[in-house]
């Protein structure tokens, strides 16, 4: 079932359109991501979808029902859907029980503290209800506005950029209990980041944007290894393009060896293909091996980002667990594992 359902919109600013004949749905408990640049209008969807920008063209629609459309656009108040901010928003006089309880002033006292302590030992803070904002982590901080934005029971969460502020280890540790709490209780979410680690992370289909379009909807494993585009190829994940010549249908040649699959771009026998090689394509050798120079090294914990430049002056990125350690000069084997050909014409 579609909770949401954006059909073709378009939201200017000014007489610029930002938003540029977008269209996308949701199902009933699914986590979807606009994952792009600043500046490429996904924050401008959300609000869209929130009721706080108007549509030019199209149409959203939240259950079935229209809430927005040129000239006629549902209260936010009215739409059921629940905000999650990058800087909390929190009202800062009120006590961590109060906020989560701000949005539940329809139900009688017993039902409001019940609703508020639940979600409050769901999100791991009951403990900490009589404190102020002030007074939290920015990671405490952030669960007591999920806990605000789930306790009406909304239709749809977004969220807006939700772990910017955070250090990696509670942002990675808080994407992971915000996903948890999200399918437990069948939440439908939007998210909206540039940071594809949150994204892939937390939600089940992602659309990469770019000046106002969505270039590809997908899982964040086919947006990986089978990016529709140029543009998307190279803004997810690491890697770089090295020219490669294709041999016959699904193979190309490139300077480091051969790759063998259902290429994403299209080209003929001959043509020269700029090829897509991910660290993970490029592994250790013990023997048979190009031989190839360290020229960068980046630490990671269990593995290393090595740079590495080949004999023919091919520069590629390759993983190798932490414990081979080498030095900037070293030389080393490397080989070509690739299972996956993504491609695109020079």
């Given at each position: 079932?579609?909770?949401?359902?954006?059909?073709?919109?378009?939201?200017?600013h000014?007489?610029?359109?930002?938003?540029?004949?977008l269209?996308?749905?949701?199902s009933?408990?699914?986590?979807?991501?606009?994952?792009g640049?600043?500046?490429?209008?996904?924050?401008?969807v959300l609000?869209a979808?929130?009721?706080f920008?108007?549509?030019?063209?199209?149409?959203?629609?939240i259950?079935?029902?229209t809430?927005?459309r040129?000239?006629?656009?549902?209260a936010?108040?009215?739409r059921?859907v629940g905000m999650?901010?990058?800087d909390?928003?929190?009202?800062?006089?009120?006590?961590v029980?109060?906020?989560?309880?701000f949005?539940l002033?329809?139900?009688?006292?017993d039902q409001r503290r019940q609703?508020v302590r639940?979600?409050?030992?769901r999100?791991?803070?009951l403990?900490m209800?009589?404190r102020?904002?002030?007074?939290?982590?920015?990671?405490?901080?952030?669960?007591v506005?999920l806990?605000r934005?789930?306790?009406?029971?909304?239709?749809?969460?977004?969220m807006?950029?939700?772990?910017?502020n955070?250090?990696?280890?509670?942002?990675e540790?808080l994407g992971h209990?915000v996903?948890d709490?999200?399918?437990e209780?069948?939440?439908?979410?939007?998210?909206?980041?540039?940071d594809?680690?949150?994204a892939?992370?937390?939600?089940d289909?992602?659309?990469v944007?770019?000046?106002?379009?969505?270039?590809?909807?997908?899982?964040?494993?086919?947006?990986?290894?089978e990016?529709?585009?140029?543009?998307v190829a190279?803004?997810i994940g690491d890697?770089?393009f090295l020219?490669g010549?294709?041999?016959?249908?699904g193979?190309v040649e490139?300077?480091?060896?051969?790759?063998?699959?259902k290429?994403?771009?299209k080209?003929?026998?001959?043509?020269v293909m700029?090829v897509?090689?991910?660290?993970?394509?490029?592994?250790p050798a013990?023997?048979d091996?190009i031989?190839a120079t360290?020229?960068?090294k980046?630490?990671?914990?269990?593995d290393?980002?090595?740079?590495l430049?080949t004999s023919?002056?091919s520069q590629v990125?390759?993983?190798?667990?932490?414990?081979?350690?080498l030095?900037l000069?070293d030389?080393?084997?490397?080989?070509?594992?690739?299972?996956?050909?993504v491609a695109?014409?020079q």
């Amino acid at each position: 079932m579609k909770l949401l359902d954006i059909k073709s919109i378009v939201c200017k600013h000014d007489a610029h359109a930002t938003v540029k004949d977008l269209s996308f749905d949701v199902s009933q408990g699914s986590l979807a991501c606009l994952l792009g640049p600043s500046g490429c209008g996904k924050t401008t969807v959300l609000r869209a979808i929130a009721g706080f920008h108007p549509l030019s063209q199209g149409e959203i629609r939240i259950r079935g029902r229209t809430v927005s459309r040129p000239g006629f656009g549902v209260a936010p108040e009215q739409r059921k859907v629940g905000m999650v901010f990058q800087d909390s928003a929190l009202f800062p006089h009120l006590t961590v029980q109060d906020n989560v309880g701000f949005g539940l002033k329809t139900l009688g006292s017993d039902q409001r503290r019940q609703q508020v302590r639940r979600l409050l030992q769901r999100v791991g803070l009951l403990e900490m209800d009589k404190r102020y904002p002030h007074e939290l982590s920015g990671g405490q901080q952030q669960r007591v506005a999920l806990a605000r934005a789930l306790a009406p029971k909304p239709d749809l969460v977004l969220m807006d950029e939700p772990f910017s502020n955070l250090d990696v280890e509670t942002r990675e540790r808080l994407g992971h209990e915000v996903r948890d709490i999200f399918k437990e209780q069948g939440t439908t979410c939007v998210l909206v980041t540039h940071d594809q680690n949150d994204a892939f992370s937390l939600c089940d289909y992602v659309g990469v944007m770019q000046e106002g379009r969505i270039l590809q909807w997908d899982t964040p494993y086919n947006l990986y290894h089978e990016p529709a585009t140029r543009f998307v190829a190279d803004f997810i994940g690491d890697g770089v393009f090295l020219p490669g010549e294709i041999v016959e249908t699904g193979i190309v040649e490139t300077g480091i060896g051969r790759i063998t699959g259902k290429s994403t771009g299209k080209g003929a026998r001959g043509d020269v293909m700029d090829v897509l090689i991910r660290p993970d394509d490029v592994v250790p050798a013990d023997s048979d091996g190009i031989v190839a120079t360290v020229i960068r090294k980046v630490f990671k914990g269990a593995d290393v980002l090595y740079t590495l430049r080949t004999s023919n002056g091919s520069q590629v990125l390759s993983l190798f667990p932490s414990d081979a350690n080498l030095e900037l000069g070293d030389a080393v084997k490397v080989r070509l594992q690739a299972t996956h050909l993504v491609a695109f014409p020079q």
